[in-house]
């Protein structure tokens, strides 16, 4: 009987100490990792909820942007005005957004979607995707725009992009489409108003060429590579319509492809879907494709060579120029090409590029800031009678200051036989 009670205290001691050394063993884990959370904090790069400002549904400058409802404070920020903004949300991306899942690790497809518990409602997700694309800013800098952590800025990025895509391929004024039946002619006679010599010029292509992260795996770090720019770039090639409109693009192929492998979608495009005697506009380094599109794509004279009489390839050079107007007032709104793109989610990059390239449209049709537009369509000046009015308008203005201008004499005016 002495030795049982003598073994059950025993085993009973053994208990406590192993008991105990599991104790020390969790205490210890426990002060390890406060240890390194403390050196985590001395150099952490981001921020908490307790360090932002407000909060994401009540009180954020997000929020006060929002609420001012001021269109040049949108189109500042956002590169559209407040009744397209709305409009964007109503043509099915608030919809979109309360019924689409978020991808995370926590939250399996099958949980039941709770926009409620979002930080985020619709339009402050929209106002998230267009502020990611109209600037070069990090996630760090839109978490304190949001009052969001910058991983949830992250994981909705990934949501809302795609989910603006959808929206706008559905919409009427945000479409890209090559020009049909009288279309042609009506571009071909904006040219003209201001290229007498250009008759069947309707729009002008170039190449964009957009920097790209460096890849870790090698095969796509070749692909990127252009060894002319010595740079890791995606290539694009756009055309613009006379009207400023993007009419057709080949987007997100990879840097080392000549023009001519990327242009091959507008080839077919001119070949088939393009009526005899109209052609665009490109500079020398753009490749003309084969002889079945000859005459479709006109260039300048290359450097060097004798012109020809008359003034055929100053009107092109001019001409031409439009493309860089377009490219520039792409990346000047959509500030986000500017920047080096990802080069790991192929498929977000394509993303970004097309949304970039409809809401360029959706913005030339609402609300008409397009170099481009602005200068071959001019809304004071449709017909001889509206230019009559405009000039004796201008002339009621300003005719005492032409009466005491001293210089208007030594002004040229170029007539054309």
Same mark, same amino acid.
């Given at each position: ?69 001021? $269109? ?51 339009? *402050? ?19 304190? &725009? ?14 809302? &992009? ?19 039946? $009288? ?19 309707? *729009? ?187 000039? *004796? ?25």
């Amino acid at each position: 009987m002495q030795q049982q009670l003598e073994h059950e205290l025993d085993e009973e001691e053994e208990e406590q100490s192993q008991l105990l050394a599991a104790v020390v063993v969790l205490m210890g884990a426990q002060q390890s990792l406060d240890l390194q959370a403390a050196q985590r904090a001395n150099s952490r790069q981001y921020l908490l909820h307790g360090e932002l400002v407000g909060h994401p549904r009540m009180l954020s400058p997000w929020l006060a942007l929002y609420e001012a409802a001021n $269109d040049w404070g949108f189109i500042t920020t956002m590169g559209i005005d407040v009744t397209t903004f709305h409009d964007i949300l109503q043509a099915g991306f608030e919809d979109r957004w309360l019924t689409t899942h978020i991808e995370r690790v926590d939250n399996p497809q099958s949980a039941a979607i709770r926009p409620s518990r979002r930080s985020l409602d619709s339009a *402050g997700a929209l106002g998230l995707g267009l502020h990611y694309l109209c600037s070069t800013t990090q996630n760090i800098a839109l978490a304190q &725009i949001f009052s969001l952590v910058p991983a949830t800025v992250s994981r909705y990025l990934l949501m809302v &992009i795609p989910t603006l895509l959808q929206t706008l391929k559905q919409m009427p004024d945000a479409q890209i489409r090559w020009l049909a039946g $009288d279309e042609f002619e009506e571009n071909s006679m904006l040219v003209e108003e201001h290229h007498p010599r250009l008759s069947g010029a309707f *729009g002008t292509v170039d190449g964009l060429s957009l920097p790209v992260q460096t890849s870790n795996d090698e095969e796509m770090e070749n692909s990127t590579y252009n060894g002319w720019k010595h740079s890791h770039n995606i290539n694009n090639v756009i055309v613009y319509s006379a009207t400023g409109l993007i009419i057709a693009c080949n987007l997100n192929a990879p840097g080392s492809w000549h023009d001519s492998h990327v242009a091959q979608p507008i080839y077919k495009k001119l070949h088939s879907d393009t009526p005899d005697g109209y052609f665009l506009v490109a500079d020398t380094a753009f490749p003309h494709g084969d002889q079945s599109i000859a005459g479709r794509i006109q260039t300048s004279m290359k450097a060097g060579t004798v012109l020809p009489e008359g003034d055929l390839d100053r009107e092109l050079i001019s001409f031409r120029q439009t493309c860089e107007w377009g490219n520039q007032t792409l990346q000047g709104c959509f500030r986000r090409l500017c920047v080096l793109l990802s080069c790991e989610n192929e498929s977000f990059r394509a993303d970004v590029l097309e949304c970039c390239v409809r809401l360029f449209n959706l913005r030339t049709r609402r609300i008409g800031l397009n170099e481009i537009r602005t200068v071959y369509t001019s809304a004071w000046k449709e017909g001889a009678e509206q230019e009559r009015i405009w000039a *004796g308008f201008r002339d009621m203005l300003f005719k005492d200051q032409r009466r005491n201008d001293r210089v208007a004499r030594f002004h040229i005016q170029v007539s054309y036989e």
